[in-house]
């Protein structure tokens, strides 16, 4: 077999070891040992490495334009060992063409979340002003970026939505259903309007990010247990994202809902430049690193950054160490060592292990990381 790219010896997140080959951006081969392939190049991991599908964070805000929440989406992206960022809704109607434009010289794979609003986010309330909301622009923004908006996106908090309630959220599900169903991704935060007023709006498969926030207005009532509503929109299939970000993850109430069993389908940073210089968030594998401190094991949080996102967002594609897939890869080292660990309301925790991301491939492209 001629391929592109040889990774040899090295491990799946379960331990087992795994071979992949890589040829023409897609993957042609996996297996605990692969013979007779000839390729232009090879990356032997020595047994000490672990191969996954590559990373997919489902909640970024990487559009370079605005200067509320923006980002480099590579900085976001395979800097950092991840190999597709969904943009959540910064951009709206207005400047989503834009957007893709700029993505088109990204290292990273690059998707996007239409803002209900057709401005986006430059500034916290596009949402305060209903007639932002035109579905008309939305439909034919859809039309004429298919395959680059993978979902709609609806900030659901007071500061956002101002004095309009859940009506933003109603005008969405609307939108939504004009556009064959397409993924819908809810914020959370400060209330009104009140949680359980969003989440009973909510349907089977619309997301819900934030959802381990420490807030008042959050999964947790004042005795420190879960809210009986927030059960009953889980187990109707409401999908439950972390979208870590500057104020939306909090170590208790995600240890509680973990104890419960009030897991999250995929993990997401809600990084930009500041929470990504400054912290708490820094990067995809530090927000892992908080997840596994918490009790999750190493292959239930790589699923929750490769097949649940692809799945939710129907990546096609993405998301498997699969021949046919996409070459879409990351390798990444499981590291002995002390690292304090802080959430979004400040409080912090150590580990005595972490994750280190050694190389992103993109598409068959390798890209080595710095490691410091």
Request: proline share 4%.
């Amino acid at each position: 077999m001629q391929a592109q790219l040889l990774i040899k010896n090295g491990l799946k997140v379960t331990g087992e070891p795994i071979e992949v080959a890589v040829g023409n951006g897609q993957i042609l081969a996996v297996d605990t040992e692969l013979h007779g392939v000839e390729a232009a190049q090879t990356i032997d991991l020595h047994r000490n490495s672990y191969v996954s599908a590559g990373w997919i964070d489902d909640h970024t805000h990487c559009y370079e334009k605005l200067t509320l929440y923006y980002d480099d989406p590579d900085e976001d992206g395979y800097k950092t060992g991840v190999t597709t960022v969904i943009d959540a809704g910064s951009t709206g109607a207005d400047n989503i063409r834009d957007f893709y434009q700029i993505t088109r010289a990204k290292k990273t794979n690059v998707f996007a979340m239409l803002n209900i609003a057709k401005t986006g986010i430059p500034a916290q309330n596009e949402l305060g002003d209903l007639t932002k909301i035109q579905p008309a622009l939305m439909q034919a923004a859809v039309a004429d970026l298919p395959g680059f908006i993978v979902g709609l996106k609806a900030r659901i908090s007071h500061s956002v939505v101002k004095e309009n309630g859940v009506i933003p959220l109603q005008r969405a599900k609307e939108i939504q259903a004009t556009l064959e169903d397409m993924p819908l991704m809810v914020h959370v935060g400060a209330n009104p309007p009140e949680l359980s007023d969003i989440l009973a709006l909510m349907s089977q498969d619309d997301i819900l990010t934030h959802a381990y926030n420490g807030k008042t207005n959050g999964i947790l009532d004042a005795d420190g247990n879960v809210k009986t509503f927030v059960f009953a929109a889980y187990r109707r299939g409401v999908i439950f994202d972390v979208g870590h970000g500057t104020d939306s993850w909090d170590f208790k109430t995600a240890a509680t809902a973990f104890t419960v069993g009030l897991d999250p389908t995929s993990i997401s940073t809600d990084i930009y430049s500041r929470n990504r210089m400054n912290g708490p968030v820094y990067d995809m594998a530090t927000t892992l690193d908080k997840m596994r401190l918490i009790g999750y094991s190493l292959p239930t949080v790589i699923d929750m950054i490769t097949t649940a996102p692809a799945a939710n967002f129907h990546l096609a594609g993405k998301g498997q160490l699969a021949p046919g897939f996409d070459a879409d890869i990351t390798i990444f080292q499981d590291k002995n060592g002390a690292k304090t660990l802080t959430d979004s309301d400040g409080n912090q925790r150590t580990t005595n292990h972490y994750l280190q991301p050694e190389y992103a491939i993109v598409g068959g492209e390798v890209y080595a990381l710095d490691k410091h």
